[in-house]
Nanobody, 126 residues
Framework: QGQLVESGGGLVQAGGSLRLSCAAS????????MGWFRQPPGKEREFVAT????????YYTDSVKGRFTISRDNAKNTMYLQMNSLKPEDTAVYYC???????????????????WGQGTQVTVSS
């Protein structure tokens, strides 16, 4: 079994910053890749960013490029999402996820992730 625990969400004004953390334990600590997804109010869950756990290769959805940075700390089994220049449209519940498919280096698809955290709310006020 594995577990992912997110932290760092909150309320921030537009233009502000937040850093989300995702602590992995158990089987999730051996993931091949991990990612951040978000679910805005009344909408489907969507991809935000992904990172390969071996080579740090990253990939972002277009709407967050240049503003968000995904990173990891292997020693702490923790993934981060640094969010700068936040906009009201970034308001969502943010989820971290761990992928265990050895044939993939990373993925933007929900179905490629085996474990999910409980989510953390990010609210950006205008």
């Amino acid at each position: 079994q594995g577990q992912l625990v997110e932290s760092g969400g909150g309320l921030v004004q537009a233009g502000g910053s937040l850093r989300l953390s995702c602590a992995a334990s158990g089987r999730t600590a051996s993931a091949y890749y991990m990612g951040w997804f978000r679910q805005p109010p009344g909408k489907e869950r969507e991809f935000v960013a992904t990172i390969n756990w071996s080579d740090d290769n990253t990939y972002y959805t277009d709407s967050v490029k240049g503003r968000f940075t995904i990173s990891r700390d292997n020693a702490k089994n923790t993934m981060y999402l640094q969010m700068n220049s936040l906009k009201p449209e970034d308001t969502a519940v943010y989820y971290c996820a761990a992928g265990l498919r050895s044939n993939l280096r990373s993925s933007s698809r929900l179905r490629d992730y085996a474990y999910w955290g409980q989510g953390t709310q990010v609210t950006v006020s205008s």
